[in-house]
């Protein structure tokens, strides 16, 4: 799937990496369940910046392949529902971060051109996903989430989101944890014990789009197992 990376050294080989980086800091931030201000933002774009153009500046024709328009699209769509609002500067404000993680959709494909830093997008979701549910367990054992201390009073949690629909992000990260697996005889097992990581997001908030996200990616886990079975 993935292209070999670049020989040698140069802005071209660095993208992935850089790329990497990024996916990183933005997964990690998830934990947070609210927008992190600070210096988090600055350090996090200067990374997305820096690899859209290690990406455009040494990536060849490879650059040539990346898809950023459906960017572009959903960025000036969203400046027109902005101008539209009723409240042009609340909508503003909530939606600031989203030129940030926009640039998600571009280095997700930068990060293809080395198959290591593929897999390192993989286990940095599968990180971010565990994290979550570690975190909405620890606040049904404890009374208060592990990262933001938030309190819950059940019988439903919500972590440190702090909203029980949010829990859903978990589960929506299934997909990308799961290719952290190696093909191989075993591999559903692993990829099993990665899916039961999940369901303290879906189990204990009792959301419904946390549930539903965790079984069609689960469904989809299966029928890639019994076809890598069938093949073996």
């Known amino acids: 799937m993935s292209e ?22 933005c997964l990690a931030t998830i934990t947070c369940g609210a927008p992190v201000g600070g210096w988090v933002p600055w350090a996090l774009a200067a990374l997305g910046v820096a690899a859209v153009l290690a ?23 969203t400046g027109i529902a902005i101008a539209a609002s009723a409240a042009p500067g609340v909508s503003l404000e909530r939606s600031a971060s989203m030129v940030l ?3 998600l959709a571009i280095v997700a494909q930068v990060a293809l051109w080395d198959a290591r830093a593929a897999r390192g997008v993989a286990f940095a979701a599968a990180g971010a996903m565990a994290a979550v549910s570690l975190d909405v367990a620890w606040q ?34 299934l997909p990308l944890a799961l290719a952290a697996v190696a093909p191989g005889a075993g591999a559903w097992r692993w990829r099993a014990a ?8 879906w189990w204990l908030s009792a959301a419904r789009q946390a549930f539903g996200a965790w079984a069609l990616a689960s469904a989809t886990m299966v029928r890639r197992s019994r076809r890598s079975l069938a093949v073996a």
């Open 4 to 25: 070999p990376a670049a020989r040698g050294r140069g802005p071209g080989q660095a993208a992935p990496w850089l790329s990497l980086a990024f996916i990183a800091g």
């Open 55 to 77: 990406a455009r500046l040494g990536g060849a024709g490879r650059w040539s392949g990346v898809r950023v328009w459906p960017v572009a699209a959903c960025l000036a769509a």
């Open 101 to 103: 993680f926009s640039l």
């Open 140 to 173: 049904r054992v404890t009374g208060v989430s592990l990262w933001l201390r938030e309190p819950g009073a059940g019988p439903r949690w919500s972590g440190s989101q702090g909203n029980l629909n949010d829990m859903a992000v978990a589960p929506l990260l």
């Open 194 to 201: 990665v899916a039961a990581v999940a369901v303290p997001a």
